[in-house]
């Protein structure tokens, strides 16, 4: 089955910097990579995805690049601001919508104001 | 659009007792369910995927007769702890994904189950 390994386990940033998220994954037929923002107690909140016949996508301050020959993918945040605090799960999938995510370790993102 | 609700939100029973959650997409048909579970500080699981009118299909280790999945209707799918013991204390989170539609998950908010 898929395997998914996220780096770092926690990362802390100062206010206004950038940070990066690091994931692998190791199913080659995986082609759908969401990411997902959850904060202490709720549901995971997906904030951007890309799909395997993209390399790079770009939303406001959040960015997700993707190499499937590598098969890894990363999240970028610049600009960071305190409420960008909160844990980070990349997670892969088959796509489709019946497919199974599987989610990485997570990333627990500390932004220091 | 693509609301998914969960019910209760959280609960507390005993040790050898059997808890029912419910998770409903309100505004969409969803034809695949999944259930998760998420201790603390740690990733969400998958348990199981499952699909109207179907059996639902479990993840390895996950034992079927203790977690009982439904899936009744487009809308509605519930799991039951039986014979629940403390280490079944967990946050449980069911995701819907739009019939017809490709690739996103919508979340419900989650349940917190207490086993004393």
């Known amino acids: 089955g898929e395997n998914v390994e996220q780096h770092p386990s926690t990362l802390s940033v100062q206010e206004g910097d950038s940070a990066v998220i690091k994931c692998t994954y190791s199913d080659s037929a995986s082609n759908y990579f969401p990411w997902y923002k959850q904060e202490l107690g709720k549901r995971p909140q997906l904030i951007i995805d890309?799909?395997?016949?993209?390399g790079e996508k770009k939303d406001q301050r959040i960015a997700v690049t993707l190499n499937k020959t590598a098969k890894h993918f990363s999240l970028h945040i610049t600009e960071t601001q305190p409420e960008d605090s909160a844990v980070y799960f990349c997670a892969a999938s088959r796509g489709g919508g019946y497919q199974k995510v599987t989610f990485g370790t997570g990333t627990k993102l500390q932004v220091i104001p | 659009g693509a609301v998914v609700s969960q019910h209760p939100s959280w609960v507390i029973c005993k040790s050898g007792t059997s808890v029912k959650i419910e998770c409903r997409s309100l505004?969409?048909?969803?034809?695949?369910m999944f259930w998760y579970r998420q201790f603390p500080k740690q990733s969400l699981m998958l348990m199981a995927t499952s699909n109207e009118g179907s059996k639902a299909t479990y993840e390895q280790g996950v034992e079927k007769d203790k977690f009982l999945i439904n899936h009744a209707s487009l809308t509605l799918s519930t799991l039951t702890v039986t014979s629940a013991h403390p280490e079944d204390s967990s946050f449980y989170i069911c995701?819907?994904?739009?019939?017809?539609?490709?690739?996103?998950?919508?979340f419900g908010p989650g349940t917190r189950l207490t086993v004393t």
């Open positions: 890309i799909r395997s016949n993209v």
């Open positions: 505004d969409f048909q969803a034809t695949t």
């Open positions: 995701s819907a994904t739009i019939a017809g539609a490709r690739d996103e998950q919508y």
